[in-house]
């Protein structure tokens, strides 16, 4: 059985570790800083065999130098010359096996133009989508423009309902904020607020979500539902879903 539990790094960040009952060999994605990988590594008698990266971010890289010294794992990760340590590039369409699983890599333009998500049907079916899918938002557009990243999110909700979404930041609380702005009076955003706070009172994740739930909260993939768009619709143009998209991730950069 293929277990995923996230390793906290930095203030928000989460390393997601994949690891197997019947081989002492782990897989993480991500892994923007080595110390708390390597000590859960030692802590459990475990080693690194294989690393995902999703996007050339430092917070999501930084840790490989040090992991590949130590471990010598497979690095696979976008195509993008600039991103130091990846052996094995990958792209839209390719299948790689990790951990028994065969992935499907999705390129995801948007908050980076490397960026690739990684998604493996099965039960239940995983997604890891880095920076790109955000539970109740998504990434700020640092390389790529608004169309971009709409057809990427829009390419991700169509993947099965019950995937589970492994963000890479624990930004929901605060995400969720702006959800109830714009995406007034949907009950549903109001009981992710509940649940959400309760978890993060326990110190607990509200990762992962999956995509049946962000469907529901997440305004970023809720452009056409008349809520949001007749919220957004005080913040800028509205006319087609892509012009909603822009309009709501601007109004959330200065929210
Ligand atoms: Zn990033
Ligand atoms: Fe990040």
């Not at 590039?89 to 990790?98: C, L, Y």
């Not at 960026?115 to 049907?121: N, R």
Request: hydrophobic share 35%; aromatic share 6%.
């Amino acid at each position: 059985m293929l277990s995923v539990t996230p390793i906290p790094a930095f203030s928000d960040n989460y390393i997601w570790l994949l690891r197997q009952d019947s081989t002492p060999e782990v897989c993480v994605v991500d892994p923007g800083d080595a110390a708390p990988v390597i000590d859960l590594l030692e802590r459990e008698g475990r080693t690194l065999s294989t690393v995902l990266i999703t996007h050339h971010h430092h917070d999501h890289t930084g840790g490989l130098p040090e992991l590949i010294e130590r471990y010598s794992p497979r690095v696979i990760g976008p195509d993008n010359p600039s991103l130091a340590g990846i052996d094995e590039t990958v792209g839209d369409g390719d299948e790689i096996r990790v951990m028994g699983r065969l992935l499907e890599v999705h390129a995801v333009p948007g908050h980076t133009l490397d960026h690739i998500a990684y998604f493996t049907a099965g039960i239940p079916p995983l997604l890891f989508c880095g920076d790109t899918l955000f539970s109740a938002g998504c990434g700020r557009l640092f390389e790529g423009t608004p169309d971009q990243m709409h057809a990427s999110l829009a390419r991700l909700a169509t993947l099965p309902d019950d995937t589970l979404v492994f963000a890479a930041h624990e930004y929901t609380l605060a995400n969720l904020n702006f959800a109830r702005a714009a995406d007034p009076e949907n009950p549903d955003v109001e009981q992710a607020v509940e649940e959400c706070r309760r978890a993060r009172e326990l110190d607990r994740p509200t990762l992962p979500s999956s995509l049946g739930r962000e469907k529901r909260i997440n305004p970023f993939l809720r452009c056409d539902a008349d809520s949001v768009r007749r919220a957004a619709s005080a913040h800028g143009d509205t006319d087609t879903s892509e012009a909603t998209f822009a309009t709501l991730r601007a109004w959330k950069d200065h929210f």
